[in-house]
């Protein structure tokens, strides 16, 4: 059974940094595409980033590009978010989630684990 165990969120002033990890456990790891989305109160999910299973593919959200950075390391079966810059409006519940497939994927029906989620709120 595949578990996602996310970290790092918290509350941060506008203009600072987080960065979240996602810790995971039974499954082949490096063989999946990992991403990151993302859900404020009273909003739908949304898609921030995702990464190949090889770490060598990247996509972004336009919200988030230039400031978000995803990164993976196989050999500890985590995937990592470093926010920088960030906005009032990046405040959200953060999730993890692992692909159905090698290649960075947008939507969530692409997605078939998830983990718990971990709370980012930026201030103003």
């Known amino acids: 059974q595949v578990q996602l165990v996310e970290s790092g969120g918290g509350l941060v002033q506008a203009g600072g940094s987080l960065r979240l990890s996602c810790a995971a456990s039974g499954g082949f790891f490096s063989i999946y595409a990992m991403g990151w989305f993302r859900q404020a109160p009273g909003k739908e999910r949304e898609f921030v980033a995702a990464?190949?299973?090889?770490?060598?593919?990247?996509v972004y959200a336009d919200s988030v590009k230039g400031r978000f950075t995803i990164s993976r390391d196989n050999a500890k079966n985590t995937v990592y978010l470093q926010m920088n810059s960030l906005k009032p409006e990046d405040t959200a519940v953060y999730y993890c989630?692992?692909?159905?497939?090698?290649?960075?994927?947008?939507?969530?029906?692409?997605?078939?684990?998830w983990g718990q989620g971990t709370q980012v709120t930026a201030s103003s």
């Open positions: 990464i190949s299973g090889s770490g060598g593919m990247t």
């Open positions: 989630a692992r692909s159905t497939a090698a290649v960075p994927a947008k939507f969530s029906w692409e997605y078939n684990y």
